[in-house]
């Protein structure tokens, strides 16, 4: 199927991906097919299942389904709307549809956590909306299949979504195929993703679009410096370091203050994520850091970064990351943290690595290594939280990227694996990964209960 890869990098709410953003978009496209029977609805009826009833309510589930359903967009989501809606359906049992039709909703009733798993997914919901004589009027299952994608039960059974898929159109299916043709016009990824991109977008629009994605990632560690809470949500009552991080590195001649600066970006907006706050999917909420602190590293060091220079990083990530979206997978619940942290450690790697001059072989070299050495990483949150390990992982993630894309432009000899091999063995390792460590907080670390 021939699509764009822009939405690799999408703007999105913390602090899952798949947990959050994309039962909100599943929320919102139910509206869509209700239609005008949106007034005529009398009662909706949401049953999680698998993985998105275990964690969900850690990771906002239940409230990113009312968000959704209260006809709200990512972009739009500030903390005052999104605590206007809970309360009101919390405290007054009241859901305002689409924003204009008010229903009776019972949070106790009306949303159901089913620990059972369907087969297609580990993250499906179902939605239901009932007439007043109780008469069923609208029923679909989603699956949130990662980076807040989602497919219905049909678009899942027939393994494809609902893009057209043109003839005069050339299409990008793995690596190989990538290799081949830059190789072909003596092109780098980031030349090849920006070809491929003007098919469906002319270059105008990709550039505003890169330039929307870095605005937000530098809002959210701008943010992420100056939290209006100094602790995390959540059980945990995790307190963030990243201001603390950044005292400290200002008055610091320690020589491996680079190196910090590195985790602060990091683990800045992965605690923003944490808390719920917007961020950009890239490509997954859990792994949302890893991408911008390599970038945010990059600004520091380079005299010549500039605007052109961030549209080539995020057009060769976004490529990267459409290599695991389309031959594996990018969701913890279905591979493990190794398709969430690993693959976007993967996309930083060849992104770093081509703006900074490497050939397309070099990129995908950069690429191999970052996933290389993140294959068999588990999805074991504590309490169900993206909070630990997640927001240090990000900071690890990012340091090897940056690692691997050095090693990948020093490197002489040719790689004996090839990034299509690394992707494929991610993928079959985490299907051979046990249930209980795939963001289901049976296992692992989500095991531990710690003291508050």
Not at 215 to 224: D, L, P, R, S
Not at 308 to 334: H, P, Q, W
């Amino acid at each position: 199927m021939i699509k764009s890869n822009l939405d690799i990098f999408k703007i999105g709410v913390g602090p899952s991906s798949s947990h959050t953003l994309g039962p909100m978009l599943a929320a919102a496209q139910f509206l869509v097919k209700l239609g005008p029977n949106v007034h005529a609805t009398a009662r909706i009826n949401c049953t999680l299942y698998g993985s998105l009833s275990l964690t969900g309510r850690g990771h906002l589930t239940d409230k990113a389904i009312l968000w959704g359903l209260s006809g709200l967009q990512p972009t739009e989501l500030t903390r005052q709307l999104q605590q206007q809606i809970v309360n009101k359906s919390f405290v007054e049992h009241k859901l305002k549809l689409n924003g204009e039709h008010e229903i009776h909703f019972d949070y106790r009733e009306d949303l159901i956590f089913s620990k059972d798993f369907l087969p297609e997914h580990q993250n499906a919901l179902r939605l239901q909306a009932f007439a007043a004589d109780g008469a069923l009027m609208c029923d679909e299952t989603y699956f949130s299949i990662g980076g807040g994608f989602i497919k219905t039960k049909e678009q899942m059974a027939l393994a494809k979504d609902d893009d057209i898929d043109f003839a005069d159109r050339f299409s990008i299916d793995n690596t190989r195929v990538a290799l081949r043709l830059c190789q072909d016009d003596n092109l780098n990824l980031a030349q090849l993703s920006l070809r491929y991109e003007l098919q469906f977008h002319d270059e105008a629009y990709i550039d505003q679009y890169c330039s929307d994605i870095w605005q937000v990632m530098q809002e959210a560690y701008h943010n992420g410096l100056h939290p209006t809470n100094e602790y995390l949500p959540g059980s945990l009552h995790l307190k963030r370091r990243a201001p603390s991080m950044a005292a400290e590195l200002k008055s610091s001649d320690d020589p491996f203050a680079l190196l910090d600066k590195v985790s602060l970006y990091a683990i800045a907006i992965a605690e923003e994520n944490a808390s719920g706050a917007k961020v950009v999917t890239a490509p997954t909420n859990g792994a949302c850091a890893v991408v911008p602190a390599v970038l945010l590293f990059l600004q520091d060091i380079r005299d010549d970064f500039s605007p052109s220079l961030v549209r080539d990083f995020l057009l060769t990530a976004m490529l990267i990351g459409s290599f695991y979206k389309n031959n594996a997978t990018i969701s913890g619940a279905e591979g493990g943290c190794q398709a969430e942290i690993g693959s976007a450690s993967s996309m930083a790697a060849a992104a770093m690595t081509t703006i900074s001059g490497g050939d397309a072989f070099k990129a995908c070299a950069a690429a191999e290594i970052a996933m290389e050495h993140h294959l068999g990483l588990t999805c074991d949150p504590v309490d169900g939280l993206v909070q630990i390990p997640c927001i240090e992982r990000n900071a690890f993630g990012a340091v090897k990227a940056i690692t691997a894309a050095r090693m990948a432009q020093a490197r002489q000899s040719q790689p004996r694996v090839s990034l299509d091999e690394v992707i494929q063995t991610m993928y079959l390792t985490g299907k051979d990964i046990s249930f209980k460590y795939k963001e289901t907080a049976l296992g692992g670390l989500a095991e531990l209960k710690l003291d508050s």
